[in-house]
């Protein structure tokens, strides 16, 4: 079972930022926080990962809580092409075979 | 970055018949591969692991006998949908592990199998 949940969907307009929100209060202390996302028909694309500390990457930045019961992943200037179901997934990097257990995600639309 | 194939993209076979999907980490060696399975408007359900020269670790509910898995280089796995049935049309994705990044999946672009 996904540890997961996020609303089910949202939009925002073209430019503006996007903040996707996420929320996994049973995250443990060795479970990192992870986003896919998923273009209609496509494979899964990696977005970004992060322990405790906010990352930043050329697509995304990843804000974590300092309890890490929450997350946002904010697309900061999104476009049309960023319309898609993302993901928002917890789990240990210890061990290469470490799952990845998929929830429902949430459907951002963006539009025009 | 790191590049998954998967052959073919899509497939439509007779009831009854067999089906084997490719999948190929091009640019680097994957020990591991996992196989995902995607029916309309639901999430990705993972079905195995695929790992290089050993036995796939199916997952609860999965029929290993349906849903051969082979792994038998380190840059490719198959999936063999055995007898297939209507309901096995999916759409079915893999993925690699990246060993150089923290064990990052990555992603084939998806093999969509019909079945009539």
């Known amino acids: 079972d996904a540890k997961t949940t996020q609303p089910p969907s949202m939009d925002c307009a073209e430019g503006r930022a996007a903040n996707l929100p996420c929320n996994h209060s049973?995250?443990?202390?060795?479970?990192?926080v992870y986003w896919y996302r998923q273009i209609h028909s496509q494979g899964p694309q990696y977005i970004i990962h992060?322990?405790?500390n906010n990352e930043t990457n050329e697509m995304a930045s990843l804000i974590i809580t300092e309890d890490r019961k929450s997350s946002t992943l904010i697309l900061p200037h999104a476009t049309l092409r960023d319309t898609a179901v993302y993901y928002c997934i917890v789990r240990p990097n210890t061990g290469a075979n470490s799952k990845l257990t998929f929830g429902k995600g949430i459907t951002l639309s963006v539009r025009p | 970055g790191a590049v998954v194939s998967q052959h073919p993209s899509r497939v439509i076979c007779k009831s009854g018949t067999s089906v084997k999907i490719e999948c190929r980490s091009l640019?680097?060696?994957?020990?591991?591969m996992f196989w995902y399975r995607q029916f309309p408007k639901q999430s990705l359900m993972l079905m195995a692991t695929?790992?290089?020269?050993?036995?796939?670790?199916?997952e609860q509910g999965v029929e290993k006998d349906k849903f051969l898995i082979n792994h038998a280089s380190l840059t490719l796995s198959t999936l063999t949908v055995t007898s297939a049935h209507p309901e096995d049309s999916s759409f079915y994705i893999c993925?690699?592990?990246?060993?150089?990044?923290?064990?990052?999946?990555?992603f084939g672009p998806g093999t969509r199998l019909t079945v009539t």
């Open positions: 049973t995250i443990s202390g060795n479970e990192y």
């Open positions: 993925s690699a592990l990246y060993p150089l990044k923290s064990y990052e999946q990555y």
């Open positions: 640019d680097f060696q994957a020990t591991t």
């Open positions: 992060g322990l405790k």
């Open positions: 695929s790992n290089e020269g050993s036995k796939a670790t199916y």
